[in-house]
Every structure is written in structure tokens, then in C-alpha cells.
């Protein structure tokens, strides 16, 4: 085997003195990176990915992961990772694959806007004092409702509402697969979920037996490979989510390697052990809106009339597309957004193609306003939500809740280093191998996440407080309250937003 | 969508009193309450609503016309000739007064639609609608102060007193009347942007910002609203258009709707309630006023007031006899009702509502 042109990016180094031989970073490592050589511990750089297990669990001290100062000659046209890529490819003849989000710096629009807050002409409230709503329902609301009174004057609803799921605060965990992320992730999700009254999300990977005490709090996913579907999984969860398409990917498929297909994966998704599992680029009994609207009837009429979420990956025409899926009857539309997450995805995709979530949440709440419908559907916003203040932002440009995805791996050691796609992660959470998935504590790290959600919610609540409202349906698509900063005449006009100053 | 608007923020006093009985009731006395509390305003914008002052014009709709020339009241008046019977044309009465600045034209007129002009499924009462929307928002130097029937809105920039001289409010007879002061932040004086605010038989007069008001816009936008003014006063008055006209919730559905219940409340609703308060939220989530206001509305079945859901501003109620009466402050009432049967302050997002008997 030859030795790899391509430049290690990181240089893993372990001070000899420090060292006591204990070994544990090579226990730790799940790339191999560590290796012992009779008397020290040997180091084969060209295989870190900078995850930081061994860093946080070596005793003494002495690890430290340095970025390789060895770069190409600096050329501004020519990058480090143009170079290296065409390098790895000339080297496999394959496509460079990638985990997490794209990393290229593209505007992030959430960081040119700005919040309000409330001086003398209105007071701002405060949320340890007074009641600060965060409950949202996700799903079709009616334009009007008719209610009738009695002859002893007591109302009665006479409109029947559309199914509902209710989240007590307007947060919720994006799709991630068994198979894409391990068993016990997925458990720390539910965990999450459960007991901050929200949802998780299944993704394409069917569920497993051990989540089914959750159920309250699962969203199952069906998506063009139909990993894991039958009648019973569709009637398990709160709702049903068509995937269409990932921000990280749009327009093509899912990628598990067989690597990544143990035995309860295998069950879990209803093929064989080992094998690839790959979901095919579209559905292929969609390839029209009109195959949508059947699709999305069939899986109401299956699971009598539970609310149908669509997932679509936020590309230019996203607004008419939206509008389109709205009017085929979905009852909730998952925006993911050029920034969001992957667990596998050819760099070349990932990196150009899509847009990103702050204009499409934007266009397409205006469309649908513009259009009459915006109540016929929830709006999720997900793809680059890094805080709260992410979170309102995207609230403010007209979402119903924000989907967290990386955000909640991160709770539970991801340091995104974006290498999801091997298996090998060394905090167990996108890896199926045993010994590494171990490592990840269900509860400990349910509580973690938890807490970020607590955290987050106390935020938004001080964030809604500042802006004198004290319901979160106050900020959805009040645009009114967001002034954008340093951006052009035509993005903000875009966004529906002014700018600073006026 | 045009987001580039710049908002106005005014605070304000407001009164308002109803016989419930009908018996007529001069409007020296909304004058006078609203004269004490001159000092909620700044003398930037003050105005009041009488309902029952035109019996007999009772069964056309009187439009109370704001012209800034003579241009604009001839195109005004070309589109009314060709749209409405109108049965009288004058100019409202006024009487010079100091220290008020120079008034726009005033007129009004007693109208009914051309029965050939209403044609399809559009009721009357949206005919004259959009006409109001058209005249306000494409008719350059109008402005309809109001349009509804045996009511009239008489505003203007200067004080309470001011304004109330300079309509000789006196002569008029009336059973429900409001009054309002203005202390707008940033705008300068106009006419047409003083309370109240009103569409058909509607009136508001409403003291607060909504902190809202952002989304309450675009929520009434998708409807077809025109919100030409940006006043939260023109917001209140086309959600209550919607939820009570269009969409026929009763008044105190609509203002459970615009204050509605917290969740902690409704979760402890008995089950029918509940549902109904639930399907009012997750309907008219984005028409919920939320921020400080209390606000008072009238219309030609009565008077209602109102306040934001944590009672961020101020509202007293008291009763004498047949007559409510409804202020910022107790002192308003208590200058032309010293001795109110009953005086309390209602509590937030809990309406006052009083209907007319006869």
C-alpha cells in the first residue's frame, strides 16, 4: 500500500513525559489513530479526525490534537482542501464523502440579523414573573373555526380540527436514523424528548423495539428505500414523515454502508446484515406533486388520519415546491436547510447545492401567505440552527418550531468533526460497533440534552420577554421585530426584513 | 409584500360610556372626561365616537370625509355619485378654535350602495368596505374618518378640549360615545391618524402598542387587509372585521381570541371549553394582540372594552344607572360621575362588554 499524498489535517501528539503508558487513548480511539509499540504508544496522525475522545479521556494530560501547520504552498485560488481532494480522488477514483453540515463559509444570515426589544413606548415582561408561553401544535389549522352556544350560553366547538401534535416548547430533533447514529443516541433522543414534551424523529431507519415506550414522542420517517416500513410502524408514532430530500443532499440518496449494518440494524431496517443500505435519489412512486398527494393520502388513510409531515431539502424554487406540497395536503413541511447535517454525503453535493434556511423559510412563509394557505401547514425550520437565538430568528421569519439535529449530537460529545460516515466515531454515537457504542449512556446523555433543551427554552422565554410578548405565536413570522445588518437591498427584501436604523 | 414601513407608537388616555337604554346623552360629558386627562396626551391627536346621533339618517351609511384639497374631494365625490345613492352632502359644522392649526376639509355624506353596484355575492356591508379601502389607501389627500350607520367619528390634531370645540361635540346627542388622547412618540400630527379608528359601525380607540403588531400585519395582509395607517388601532379594527363580520365569532369569543386565556388555564377548562379555547388559539394564534393595550370598541349594539392578557395598561369601569362608563384612569369618570353605583377594574384580557337594550 502506498503512503497517501494527501496532507494529515491534524497532527495527534502525546508528551513523552506526561505519558504514563496507560494505554487508554488507544482504547479510546475509534479510527485507530493509536497504536502500542512494546514501550510507547505509537501515533499514525494520517487518521485523526480531531474528535477529542483522547484528548478528554487521557488522565495525564498529555494529548494534544494540532491543526498540521504543513500546507500547500498558500494560494488564494487554489485551497487546502481542493488540492487534497483531488489528491484522495486521484488516488480511489471516488467521490470524497463527508459527514455534518457544510463547513465552506457561505453568509450565514442568521448572524446579520438582530433582534428587538422593548424600551418605554411598551413594557417587556418578565419571564420569571409572569407566564411566558412557548406550547406550539404542529399541523393544519382552520382559517375560521363555528362555534355554537347553548342555551345556557356555554360555547362548543362545531369545526373539526385537523390532528395536532403538541410540543411544549417549539423545538424539535431532526430525523436520524438507526443505522445513521447508534441505538443508544436514538435513546438519548426519546429520552430528550419525552420529558420535555417534544418529538424525535426516526428517520429512514425503521424503529426499534426498545424506543417503543416513546411513542408518544416519535415522528416515523418513510423514505424512498422504505427501511423498516410496515403497518405497525406507521401507527406508531405521533405522525408520519415523507422524506423527500436532506439539506446535506438534496436530490440524492442515503448511503449506510454495510459496515454500519449489524444484526439489530439489519432487523431494525428489514434487510440483510452487511448489506448496503441504499435509499434510491427520489421515491419512485413520486415523481410528480401528484404522486406526493397520493402518497400522502395513503399514509393518512393508513394510520387514520395522523398528521403527514413532508421533508424537503431547501433548493431554489423552494417556495412554489412548497406551495405545491402544501396544497397536496401535508400537514406539516420540514424545511432543511443547505447547512444541515448528514451522516454520509459526496462532498461535491453537500458543499453547492441548496440554499440556506433563514431565505427559505422567508420565501416560503410569504408564499404561502401570499397564497392564502399558510395555516393549511406547520413550517419546521432546520439546517444550521446553532442557538437560540437561531431559533427565534428562524421563528421570527415565519417557522412553527426549528428542527435540531447536529445540535443534539453535539450534547452528546460530537465535536463535528464530520466523519459520521465511517463508523468509527469514538463517542458512540454515529458508530454500530459495540465497544463503541458503549460508551454513550442513554440517560446521562439524555439528561444532557435536556438540559440544553431547558436551556434553550429559558432563553427564548427571556428573548419573548425582552420583545414584551408572552406567546411564541407573537414572534412566528413577525418579521417586524428583526432588523438584518450589513445586508443587501435585495436580501433583505427577501427576508421581509429592514434594516438596522429604520 | 412591502415590510419597509415605519411604524406608529403613540400612549394614550381613553373614556367611554354607554346608556344602555338608549337615552340620548350630550357630548359634554365624554368633553369633560376626556378634558382631565389631558396630560395622557401630548396635543398630537385626540378624537371621539357617537353612536345615535343621526336618527334621522338611521338606515344610511354616514361617511365622514377628510379632504386635504379640493382635488381630492372631486374624485372622492365623482366615485361616491357613481357607486351610491347619496342623500345628503354637508360640510361638518365647526367653530374656530385657538391654537388649533389649519384643519383639512370636512364632509360628510348619508349614502346606500347603488343596488346594481352590489352584484354577485358581495354583501352591502363589504361594498362599503372597499370602498372605504379604496378611497384610504389609492385616493390621494382622502381619508374617511367613518362610515358607518347613525354613528360619527370627529377627530383631529390638538387636546380633548380642542377638538371637542371645534366640533361643537356639545350639540350632538348620543348614546354611546368614546373619546381618546393621543401621545404619539414619532410621528407628526395628521389628522386621519388620530383615534378613533373605525370601519363600518366599528370603533376603536385603544391605548397601547402592540408588541405584536408585526405578524397581527401580515396575519390580516393574507385576508386582503390593507394596513395603509400603521396604528395598532387600525390592527384591532380589521381583526375584529374578520373574527365578528366575516368569520361570525360573537364578541366575547372575539375578545377571548385577541386576549385569549393561558395555556395553564385552558388545560384546566372543562372538556368542551377546552376545545373551543384550544381551536381559538391555534386559529387566531397570529391575530392575538399581544403587548400592552386596553381598548375600548364601539358599535351599534353596544360598547366594549378591553385589556392586554397580563394588564399591561390601565382600565376602570364604573356604573350610574343605565349608563357604564369605561376609562384609563377613575378620576375620568368620576369628574362627570361622582358617585358611581359600582367602580372596578377589570381583570387583564376580561372584557367589559354592555349591550343595548331597546
Not at chain 2, 347613525?150 to 390634531?157: I, R, S
Amino acid at each position: 500500500m502506498f503512503k497517501s499524498l494527501a496532507l494529515p489535517e491534524y497532527l495527534a501528539t502525546i508528551d513523552k513525559e506526561k505519558c504514563i503508558r496507560c494505554k487508554r487513548c488507544i482504547q479510546n480511539c475509534g479510527w485507530s489513530v493509536y497504536s502500542w509499540g512494546g514501550d510507547r504508544v505509537q501515533i499514525d496522525t494520517q487518521k485523526c479526525v480531531k474528535c477529542l475522545r483522547c484528548y478528554h479521556y487521557c488522565p495525564e494530560e498529555a494529548i494534544d490534537i494540532l491543526n498540521n501547520e504543513t500546507r500547500y504552498k498558500d494560494n488564494a485560488n487554489w485551497g487546502f482542501s481542493h488540492i487534497r481532494n483531488i489528491k484522495r480522488q486521484a488516488e480511489t477514483g471516488g467521490m470524497p464523502l463527508t459527514g455534518m453540515g457544510s463547513d465552506l463559509p457561505y453568509t450565514i444570515l442568521f448572524d446579520h440579523l438582530l433582534l428587538d426589544a422593548c424600551q418605554v413606548t411598551n413594557p417587556s415582561i418578565d419571564p420569571l414573573r409572569e407566564p411566558m408561553e412557548l406550547r406550539t401544535y404542529l399541523g393544519k389549522k382552520p382559517a375560521k373555526i363555528a362555534i355554537e352556544r347553548d342555551k345556557n350560553e356555554k360555547p362548543s366547538l362545531k369545526t373539526k380540527l385537523g390532528p395536532q401534535i403538541k410540543l411544549d416548547v417549539p423545538f424539535i430533533f431532526s430525523p436520524m436514523s438507526f443505522g445513521s447514529i447508534s441505538l443508544n443516541a436514538q435513546k438519548v433522543l426519546a429520552y430528550a424528548a419525552k420529558e420535555n414534551g417534544i418529538v424525535m424523529n426516526t428517520g429512514e431507519g425503521g424503529l426499534h423495539e426498545d424506543l417503543f415506550p416513546y411513542t408518544d414522542n416519535i415522528i416515523v420517517q418513510v423514505a424512498s428505500g422504505r427501511f423498516g416500513v410496515n403497518p405497525q410502524y406507521l401507527n406508531a408514532g405521533v405522525a408520519v414523515e415523507i422524506k423527500i430530500g436532506q439539506g446535506a443532499k438534496p436530490g440524492i440518496g442515503g448511503h449506510l454502508p454495510g459496515e454500519k449494518i449489524p444484526l439489530q440494524v439489519a432487523k431494525t431496517r428489514m434487510i440483510p446484515v452487511g448489506s448496503d443500505a441504499l435509499s434510491p435519489a427520489p421515491q419512485h412512486d413520486i415523481y410528480s406533486i401528484e404522486d406526493l398527494r397520493q402518497l400522502i393520502y395513503a399514509l393518512k388513510e393508513a394510520t387514520g388520519y395522523k398528521p403527514i409531515s413532508v421533508k424537503i431539502a431547501t433548493v431554489h424554487n423552494v417556495a412554489a415546491i412548497v406551495s405545491g406540497i402544501v396544497r397536496a395536503g401535508a400537514d406539516i413541511v420540514y424545511l432543511d436547510g443547505f447547512r444541515g447535517g448528514t451522516g454520509a454525503a459526496p462532498n461535491v453535493i453537500r458543499d453547492h447545492m441548496g440554499i440556506p434556511i433563514e431565505y427559505a423559510v422567508a420565501a416560503v412563509d410569504d408564499r404561502l401567505r401570499q397564497e392564502g394557505i399558510r395555516n393549511e401547514a406547520s413550517i419546521i425550520a432546520a439546517g444550521g440552527i446553532r442557538s437560540c437565538a437561531d431559533a427565534a430568528k428562524a421563528i421570527a421569519l415565519g417557522a412553527d418550531a426549528v428542527g435540531l439535529g447536529t445540535t443534539a449530537l453535539i450534547t452528546m460529545g460530537c465535536t463535528t468533526c464530520g466523519k459520521c460516515y465511517t463508523g468509527n466515531c469514538s463517542w458512540g454515537i454515529t458508530s454500530q460497533r459495540p465497544e463503541l457504542t458503549a460508551r454513550l449512556d442513554p440517560e446521562v446523555f439524555g439528561e444532557r440534552l435536556s438540559n440544553l433543551i431547558k436551556a434553550w427554552s429559558h432563553e427564548l422565554q427571556e428573548i419573548l420577554g425582552a420583545l414584551g410578548v408572552n406567546s411564541v405565536e407573537s414572534l412566528r413570522g413577525s418579521r417586524e421585530r428583526l432588523r438584518g445588518i450589513g445586508l443587501d437591498e435585495q436580501t433583505l427584501d427577501i427576508l421581509g426584513v429592514k434594516p438596522v436604523g429604520r | 409584500m412591502n415590510h419597509d414601513y415605519q411604524k406608529d407608537i403613540a400612549g394614550c388616555g381613553l373614556a367611554g360610556l354607554i346608556n344602555k337604554k338608549k337615552n340620548p346623552l350630550s357630548g359634554s360629558h365624554i368633553a369633560k372626561s376626556m378634558a382631565l386627562m389631558n396630560d395622557r396626551g401630548n396635543g398630537l391627536g385626540a378624537g371621539y365616537a357617537a353612536y345615535g346621533i343621526y336618527p334621522e339618517f338611521a338606515e344610511l351609511y354616514a361617511f365622514h370625509l377628510m379632504y386635504d384639497d379640493h382635488t381630492s374631494r372631486m374624485e372622492v365625490e365623482n366615485h361616491l355619485k357613481n357607486n351610491y345613492h347619496i342623500e345628503k352632502t354637508e360640510e361638518i359644522p365647526t367653530r374656530p378654535v385657538e391654537g388649533l392649526g389649519i384643519s383639512p376639509l370636512l364632509l360628510r355624506y348619508f349614502v346606500c350602495p347603488l343596488e346594481d353596484k352590489v352584484v354577485g355575492d358581495m354583501t352591502e356591508k363589504e361594498f362599503v368596505v372597499n370602498t372605504v379601502m379604496k378611497i384610504n389607501s389609492e385616493m390621494e389627500g382622502a381619508y374617511v374618518f367613518s362610515s358607518g350607520k347613525n354613528m360619527g367619528a370627529f377627530k383631529g390634531v390638538g387636546n380633548p378640549k380642542e377638538i371637542a370645540d371645534f366640533f361643537l361635540l356639545e350639540e350632538y346627542e348620543g348614546y354611546i360615545w368614546t373619546g381618546h388622547t393621543r401621545f404619539p412618540t414619532n410621528t407628526p400630527g395628521w389628522w386621519g391618524g388620530a383615534h378613533p379608528f373605525t370601519l363600518l359601525d366599528w370603533s376603536i380607540v385603544h391605548n397601547g402598542e402592540i408588541s405584536s403588531y408585526g405578524i397581527n400585519k401580515r396575519y390580516l395582509e393574507m385576508f386582503g387587509y390593507k394596513l395603509t395607517l400603521l396604528t395598532d388601532t387600525e390592527v384591532v379594527a380589521y381583526t375584529l372585521d374578520l373574527m365578528i363580520r366575516k368569520h361570525g365569532l360573537d364578541i366575547p369569543l372575539a375578545c377571548s381570541a385577541l386576549a385569549p386565556p393561558f395555556w395553564k388555564d385552558i388545560d384546566k377548562m372543562p372538556d368542551a371549553e377546552k376545545e373551543v379555547y384550544t381551536a381559538l388559539r391555534l386559529a387566531y394564534g397570529s391575530a392575538m394582540l399581544n403587548g400592552p393595550f386596553s381598548l375600548l370598541f364601539g358599535h351599534s349594539g353596544g360598547l366594549v372594552g378591553i385589556n392586554d392578557r397580563i394588564k399591561l395598561r390601565p382600565l376602570v369601569a364604573a356604573e350610574h344607572g343605565d349608563v357604564t362608563y369605561m376609562a384609563s384612569e377613575e378620576s375620568a369618570i368620576r369628574e362627570i360621575c361622582p358617585k358611581p353605583d359600582k367602580v372596578w377594574a377589570p381583570r387583564a384580557g376580561d372584557p367589559v362588554i354592555v349591550e343595548l337594550e331597546v
